[in-house]
């Protein structure tokens, strides 16, 4: 409760997140589509993926998949209606290994959402002061253009969107 209030309190202050007018919205040039995957960093991949299949009868867990380029490797387990994304360090500067050096067990790193016009979607957040992490975007695990949005302007939550 207290980790809750504390990032309430985080939110509310500073960047005047709450008191923000998300109201420029052009005429419908993209759609917010389905949920596409929760992302996890997990320490150990391997041991994860077992978690899954056994404990949990996950039958359609993909293969480890190196990601150079995003500095990780990565498992998606397939649900019926969205997927869950297992990612784990690969490299010295690794993004994921920030995260768990501060979250050693692990946990939700971002959450996925599809839109059928990136860079639509990209103008679109910016105009409403959301910072894209990246100025164009980049091709994502799936073999599609992402781009991360500032967890700071999301509410605590690291936003990845992709082109459907």
């Known amino acids: 409760m207290f ?3 504390t990032n309430i309190a985080r939110l509310s202050s500073g960047a005047n997140l709450l008191s923000r007018n998300f109201s ?8 917010l589509g389905k949920l596409n ?3 996890i960093a997990v320490p150990n ?6 978690f899954y299949k056994n404990a ?5 867990v993909s293969d480890k998949v190196a990601q150079p380029e995003h500095g990780v490797y990565t498992v998606f387990v397939e649900l019926g209606n969205t997927k869950i994304e297992l990612l784990n360090p690969l490299g010295e500067k690794s993004p994921i290994q920030g995260f768990l050096d501060k979250n050693a067990n692990g946990g939700i790193h971002h959450i996925c959402i599809e839109v059928d016009n990136i860079h639509e979607a990209m103008k679109t957040v910016r105009e409403n002061e959301i910072r894209c992490l990246s100025e164009e975007p980049r091709i994502g695990a799936h073999g599609k253009p992402v781009v991360f949005l500032h967890p700071k302007d999301c509410f605590g939550t690291l936003i990845e969107l992709e082109e459907a």
């Open 3 to 5: 980790k809750f209030a």
């Open 56 to 60: 949990l009868n996950a039958t359609k």
């Open 45 to 50: 991949i391997d041991k994860a993926v077992a």
């Open 24 to 31: 420029n919205i052009p005429e419908k040039l993209w759609n």
């Open 37 to 39: 995957h929760v992302a």
